[in-house]
């Protein structure tokens, strides 16, 4: 089963906008990690925060987690066409190696 | 480019019939595991192997098993296959490291069942 929601199921903007999504989950955690998947391809990682981090930024990334609310956001700041793909949060419990990943959000980056 | 390669790319099967997928990692790494992707969703968490012994399993039943080999690339075998199997397989290898566990996927093998 899924460990929780991700929000929007799908998101259209322009290139050079923002887009922002955000993961929901269910138990305690020991990081979450965002990853993005091109076309039902492989998934490619993007970042990893910790459950005693608050934010992090990778160039034009920048993650949030709320572990009293269960959540997390990914922001991508200057949207390119190049950014268009699915991206999935996935979670970590302490003393477990699995991931558990969302439903995804699917983002399209028009020119 | 992750290093984790996977084969076949894709694949044809008839319900009932066995298949085995392959899987390896990159170098260094001593975990791998495996998900099954389904259309439209996550990947979900079949199983995991360090250093050749199955380390976790999720919901799935005894017809899917694995195995990880002395250099660290890894098998999965479904039986008595289903429509449902049809899927992406997806395999991620990476180093055992309580606290970080980023895992780097290949670029999977999709699995069709007729």
């Known amino acids: 089963s899924q460990q929780g929601e991700e929000d929007p199921q799908a998101l259209s903007i322009q290139e050079g906008e923002n887009a922002t999504m955000n993961c929901s989950y269910k138990?305690?955690?020991?990081?979450l990690q965002w990853y993005r998947q091109n076309s039902g391809r492989g998934l490619v990682h993007l970042i990893l925060i910790r459950s005693n981090e608050r934010e992090k930024h990778s160039g034009r990334l920048r993650v949030t987690l709320d572990t009293s609310k269960k959540s997390s956001s990914l922001l991508i700041t200057a949207s390119r066409a190049a950014d268009t793909a699915s991206y999935f949060c996935?979670?970590?419990?302490?003393?477990?190696?699995?991931?558990?990943f969302g439903t995804g959000t699917r983002l399209l980056v028009s020119p | 480019e992750t290093g984790v390669t996977q084969s076949p790319t894709h694949l044809i099967k008839t319900r009932g019939q066995q298949v085995t997928l392959r899987c390896s990692s990159q170098?260094?790494?001593?975990?791998v595991s495996w998900y099954q992707q389904a259309l439209g969703q996550g990947p979900q968490f079949i199983f995991q192997y360090y250093r050749e012994e199955e380390n976790g399993r999720g919901n799935f039943p005894p017809r899917f098993s694995g195995l990880q080999f002395p250099n660290y690339s890894s098998e999965l075998n479904v039986n008595a296959l289903e429509l449902d199997d049809s899927a992406l397989y997806l395999c991620a290898s990476s180093l055992a490291d309580r606290g970080r566990n980023e895992q780097f996927f290949g670029p999977g093998t999709r699995l069709t069942v007729l």
């Open positions: 138990t305690s955690i020991n990081n």
């Open positions: 170098s260094g790494h001593n975990t």
């Open positions: 996935a979670t970590a419990e302490t003393g477990f190696q699995k991931l558990v």
